[in-house]
């Protein structure tokens, strides 16, 4: 016995290997040293040589070996009892541990730029008010990702393919119609038998990050596709503040003006059409009934 640094003995008996508990609480609830092999992904051998160790270190037999088969015996049955108790609170703490750190990890939620902008953010506080102990990080991303990227959800518009092992959630379908500035309206929009239309003379906003936008609009409306000058941006947000400015008419995405239609600052004087594509949530497996993931979906719907 080894004194303990007051000189006196220690009264704690030392612990036998944690990894040779492991196998014998297995082999003790299963009774049978293979099955307990298959559940740990050893071999059989490696699950005896535990067990006899184990047996050699406390000086008892934990088992009857009887024609080729394992029986525990009084002394087995009471480490056994003793273990799988043990095994069982480590089991709850690791899941309360994980459940835990599930809860209190940042998400990232990576949505299209344009839609974060100016559809998702101004009104991200209302979702932060109803999960104020959730940490979501937004960010702006387009196109095809990978959640092996740090990604926990993803909001994008179903205009490429997505790997098959995706969970998709539809949000909404995609309503557009052309925009401009409410005062220019009357300049660049006449009224005729038919209906309202564009003038020719009009100028029309482009984007290069969707060069088909105005066709597509055109297609969806049965209209001949449109001329293609114009003033040409770099990404779609700058084409609408382009409009907002009064510099031409683009093609607005019904959720991405919906705020400037409200106030007024835009219209939209052939209103909106869907184009046949839609949002969708995407995320790496189904989100569990009752998350906060899953509240997050509708309430994305909700806003829809």
Request: with cysteine; glycine share 6%; hydrophobic share 40%.
């Amino acid at each position: 016995m080894i004194p303990d640094r007051n000189g006196e003995p220690d009264s704690q008996p030392r612990m036998p290997s944690l990894i040779a508990l492991r196998c014998f609480e297995a082999a003790a609830r299963l009774e049978n040293f293979s099955r307990a092999a298959e559940e740990l992904h050893l071999t059989p051998g490696a699950i005896s040589r535990a067990v006899r160790l184990l047996e050699d270190e406390l000086g008892i037999p934990l088992f009857d070996r009887r024609s080729r088969r394992v029986y525990l015996n009084d002394a087995g049955c009471k480490l056994a009892k003793a273990v799988g108790k043990g095994m069982d609170l480590m089991r709850q703490a690791i899941s309360e541990l994980r459940v835990s750190a599930r809860q209190e990890r940042r998400w990232v939620l990576s949505c299209e730029p344009t839609l974060l902008m100016r559809w998702l953010i101004p009104r991200w506080s209302t979702f932060q008010a109803r999960h104020p102990d959730i940490n979501v990080h937004l960010v702006a991303g387009g196109g095809p990702f990978s959640f092996a990227n740090g990604i926990d959800l993803a909001i994008r518009r179903d205009d490429f393919p997505w790997p098959n092992s995706y969970h998709v959630e539809p949000l909404f379908a995609e309503k557009v119609g052309p925009v401009c500035r409410s005062d220019k309206a009357a300049a660049w929009f006449t009224k005729k038998k038919t209906g309202t239309v564009i003038k020719a003379t009009a100028p029309r906003l482009h984007t290069r990050s969707r060069l088909s936008a105005w066709h597509e609009w055109a297609s969806a409306v049965g209209e001949s596709p449109p001329d293609t000058t114009g003033q040409t941006f770099e990404h779609f947000y700058f084409s609408l503040q382009a409009s907002v400015a009064g510099l031409g008419v683009a093609i607005g995405p019904w959720h991405l003006v919906r705020d400037d239609l409200e106030t007024g600052v835009l219209t939209a004087p052939l209103d909106f059409v869907e184009d046949g594509s839609r949002y969708c949530l995407l995320s790496p497996e189904p989100l569990r009934p009752d998350s906060p993931q899953a509240d997050l979906l509708e309430w994305l719907r909700t806003l829809a």
